[in-house]
């Protein structure tokens, strides 16, 4: 099984599904742990951030009723959902990181050399994604609660990380709507972030072009759904023992994970920035070295035989072939 032509497959359903599926009256709910904006006004289901980002916004003693009971069971449903599929909804059915593989292959159709970050770099970074997280939190706390006595943060500061996310701006040209391509002079603030988020778009279409997965590197949501990487009914195992350190895998990788190919003692390897493409398992040579598993069940193993196929070679043309 090419398990990359499978994911493309999942990965354009899902964008249909995210993108259109208000015009088929399909509607899953504004708690998924994926960016299918809020802004795109048929979407089949919308992303968690900008509700969470909303019901922050309130005095804190109005968590204590009627608030605090629905962030509570907004939470729940988000995190049911992160739970099912683990960071599978990164990989396979969010709507940004499709059009970001899409841009990768047009990168790879023109011959572009891929760009990738050196160690030092990549883990110096990588903490972005959760400071924007911190953020996204503590700013809507504060536009209705003032903290060490400081003054309240003015609502114009209201769901900061969805100003400034390009996903705002790009899925709704999809539907038509080009209305969030612009800079809003209504206020310093909302000049100053719009202005960001517009960098940002420019951003996210020359970086394509250079390195894979960019944007998903900073995402708050793959930092949230970081909190459910080990109890996920969706994972991925290694068998360090197997692994002959060929680095397949890492450089299949498109988030660079290194970790993948020098670990030898953790099995469970959904890393924070693993978005469980599974392309690891499939680029693998060496027999249970890598498998991924639902429930415990394996779905999905690292095998030869699989590799050479996949390869367009059997067993016995590449005996041949060593041998020679």
């Known amino acids: 099984m090419k398990v990359y032509r ?58 204590l009723g009627d608030a605090g009971i629905r962030l509570l069971k907004a939470m729940g449903i988000f ?77 114009d500061w209201s769901v900061p990380f969805c100003q400034i996310c390009p996903a705002r701006v790009i899925l709704p040209v999809f539907n038509g709507d080009f209305s969030q391509i612009h800079i809003d002079f209504s206020s310093n603030t909302t000049m100053v972030l719009t202005t960001i988020v517009m960098v940002l778009v420019a951003l996210f279409f020359t970086t394509a072009f250079v390195k894979r997965r960019f944007f998903c590197s900073y995402c708050p949501m793959l930092a949230l759904l970081s909190l459910f990487d080990k109890i996920g009914l969706l994972s991925l195992k290694k068998n360090g023992q197997r692994c002959t350190r060929c680095g397949n895998c890492s450089r299949a990788c498109p988030m660079e994970i290194r970790e993948i190919e020098e670990e030898k003692v953790l099995t469970n390897l959904v890393t924070q920035d693993c978005t469980l493409c599974l392309r690891c398992v499939e680029v693998c040579p060496e027999d249970k070295a890598l498998e991924t598993r639902f429930c415990g069940i394996p779905i999905f193993t690292a095998s030869q035989q699989g590799f050479l196929k996949r390869q367009g070679l059997d067993e016995e043309s590449h005996t041949n072939k060593n041998g020679a």
């Open 79 to 155: 995190a049911l959902w992160s739970i099912v599929l683990n960071k599978a909804w990164c990989g396979w059915i969010c709507p940004f990181g499709f059009l970001q593989d899409m841009l990768s292959k047009i990168r790879s159709f023109f011959d572009v050399d891929l760009s990738r970050f050196g160690w030092i770099t990549r883990t110096r970074y990588k903490s972005v994604k959760y400071i924007f997280l911190v953020l996204l939190i503590l700013i809507p706390l504060g536009i209705a609660n003032s903290f060490f006595g400081l003054e309240k943060i003015p609502r």
């Open 6 to 63: 499978l994911r493309i497959a999942v990965q354009a359903i899902s964008f249909i599904i995210l993108i259109y599926g208000g015009l088929f009256y399909i509607d899953m709910g504004n708690r998924m742990p994926t960016f299918s904006c809020a802004y795109v006004d048929d979407r089949g289901g919308g992303c968690f951030l900008i509700g969470f980002q909303h019901m922050l916004s309130r005095p804190f003693g109005e968590f």
